[in-house]
């Protein structure tokens, strides 16, 4: 059986189905790792809030790599042990060239994602499935004023989730990001670009934490589904890609795995690593 360190899962539609449950076969391997002292590290472009308190309180579950990369939290210790971020000027030089148009400016700071109250109609104008639509709803820490009243006031910046209505909102993102050499972004649904310093990768991040923790690479793994999850998926001794995930990204993996629905991380690392689980 292979050696086995660390396991690094992108959340949605990767450790998490559809309808952004957990599935059974996945709550069992929690157990089963923690077991064995195997750490599983949510590594998303959620905020650390985000994750879900099942997953936050498991005993295998003691670091998160939220924002893309541009945190890398310790659980046990309550505090961010690496931050990539945006520098506030930066966010509202963006800002100021997308505000004319209908366009969801969600800046990530302070374990959580900050959105401007007036501009919360457009969640329901975007062109996003509907399970999305209401975790977005939900899971947003909605503010008065606009990001020059309140950007300030927060903590570093470590993403940017820029949702619009329409071509022209994306194609003024695309000009704007691609023209400043300090941020990326990538493209994780019909209607939304994240956008982080480009020192923030999950692939830079699961490196660092591997480095940090002594996980030798060739004995850690790394599940995603979508283009936020490449350099990680490069990164990792082993690289998977969900059944589910987008044809581009499966065609870098090391190996396939089944679809987050059906718990495909379970069944993918019971196959390869862990053989049967134990009772």
Avoid at 36 to 50: D, K, M, N, Q
Avoid at 72 to 89: A, K, Q, T
Avoid at 135 to 157: A, H, I, N, Q
Avoid at 220 to 244: H, K, L, R, S, Y
């Amino acid at each position: 059986m292979a050696a086995l360190r660390a396991v690094f899962v992108d959340l949605d539609d990767t450790f998490l189905a559809p309808d952004k449950s957990i599935p059974a076969a996945n709550v069992q391997l929690m157990d089963e790792l923690a077991r064995r002292g195997i750490e599983l590290v949510p590594c998303t472009g959620r905020h650390v809030g985000g994750v879900p308190e099942q997953m936050r309180a498991h005993p295998c579950v003691k670091h998160v790599v939220a924002s893309n990369g541009g945190i890398v939290h310790d659980l046990c210790r309550g505090e961010d042990i690496r931050v990539v971020d945006i520098p506030h000027r930066t966010v509202l030089d963006l800002y100021h060239g997308l505000r004319a148009l209908p366009i969801i400016f969600d800046a990530f700071a302070d374990g959580k994602a900050y959105s401007e109250q007036a501009r919360k109609y457009l969640f329901d104008q975007i062109d996003v499935p509907e399970g999305l639509r209401r975790y977005l709803k939900e899971g947003r820490t909605f503010l008065e004023g606009t990001v020059d009243d309140w950007l300030e006031g927060v903590g570093p910046v470590t993403k940017l989730s820029l949702f619009f209505v329409g071509q022209k909102g994306a194609c003024a993102i695309r000009t704007l990001v691609n023209a400043d050499p300090s941020l990326y972004y990538v493209q994780t649904s019909a209607a939304n670009y994240e956008t982080m310093n480009v020192g923030a990768t999950k692939g830079a991040a699961l490196t660092w934490l591997s480095a940090h923790e002594g996980w030798p690479l060739s004995e850690v793994v790394a599940f995603g589904d979508n283009n936020n999850d490449v350099t990680m998926i490069e990164a990792a001794g082993d690289g998977v890609v969900m059944q589910n995930g987008e044809p581009q990204v499966k065609d870098l993996a090391d190996h396939i795995a089944p679809p987050a629905a059906a718990g495909g991380v379970a069944l993918y690392l019971r196959d390869a690593y862990l053989g049967a689980p134990r009772s």
